[in-house]
């Protein structure tokens, strides 16, 4: 009988303490880090396997913090919901910390100084900046961005007529292309990296609100936060975030 019930106690208690915790705090030395993997340069698939700034970022602070980084590819709108049900323990996506997010989880320190902008097709003459989208004009957009919320702001103040939405900036690349749609609105590194790769392509006008990346965490999350700011702080002082920077950023 007294056995039941240490075993029984046992379990309970186990339930109980595996509860809401991330992985460290159950004592893995495993962090599971969600991304959406179709955000180049910051994480997207080449070859067949996950790579990107962002990739290499949380893999090198896993490493300064003596943590397994187990990556788990999810689309970029399910990113906050999947942490906070700790389906993963870490957002790295380029995503930028705002006041909207914030109500949701809890951001690191930031990463990545960012912000939007408009990327047309090389021969527009018409297009010179986000002002001269027209009511008739389309505008393609990234699932669940910041990119998207702008964009869903010019149609409801009329400014533009529609805002096709894709899960990824390859797709949203190609839309621009064969002129399904008039304009794509995206993180500036990321359009700058598909203007030097294709010719087809030119960034318009000036960058619009500043943003800054940072990783997420569910909310209340705050001694993993604190791991991840330190292992951030460790690896800016060692030097291997300016390598990681040149190599993603200044190499390509
Ligand atoms: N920085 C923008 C945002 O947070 C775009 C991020 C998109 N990232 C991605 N992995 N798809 O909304």
Redesign the pocket.
């Known amino acids: 009988m007294k056995k039941i019930l240490i075993i029984v106690t046992m379990i309970i208690f186990g339930i109980l303490s595996c509860g809401n915790k991330n992985s460290a705090d159950k004592g893995e030395k495993k962090l599971v880090v969600g ?2 993997g ?2 180049p340069p ?2 997207y698939i080449e070859k067949g396997e996950l790579v990107g700034f962002d990739i290499d970022l949380i893999k090198q602070i896993g490493k300064d913090l003596g943590y397994e980084i187990e990556m788990k590819v999810q689309p ?1 709108d399910a990113l906050i919901p999947s942490v906070n049900a700790k389906n993963c323990d870490i957002i790295a ?4 910390a705002n006041e909207d997010r914030v109500k949701k989880v809890d951001f690191s320190n930031t990463y990545y100084d ?1 912000g939007n902008s408009v990327l047309v097709k090389s021969d527009n003459t018409t297009i010179k900046g986000i002002d001269d989208l027209t009511p008739d004009m389309t505008v393609a957009v ?1 699932i ?4 998207a919320d702008k964009a869903n702001e010019l149609k409801k103040q009329g400014k533009i007529k529609d805002v096709k939405v894709n899960d990824g900036v390859d797709t949203c690349l190609l839309q621009v292309k064969n002129g399904d749609v008039d304009a794509l609105i995206i ?1 500036k590194p990321v359009a700058e990296r598909a203007v030097k790769a294709n010719k087809a392509f030119k960034t318009v006008g000036e960058t619009l609100d500043a ?1 800054s ?1 940072a990783f997420a965490v569910a909310k209340g999350d705050k001694a993993l936060l604190e791991k991840i700011n330190k292992g951030l702080e460790n690896i800016k002082k060692d030097g291997t975030y300016e390598k990681l920077y040149k190599k993603w950023f200044e190499g390509k």
Do not use: I, L, P, R
């Not at 669940?144 to 990119?147: A, M, S």
């Open positions: 991304t959406d179709v955000f910051f994480g970029f996506a380029g995503m930028t960012s990234q669940g961005t910041t990119g993180d943003e990346y």
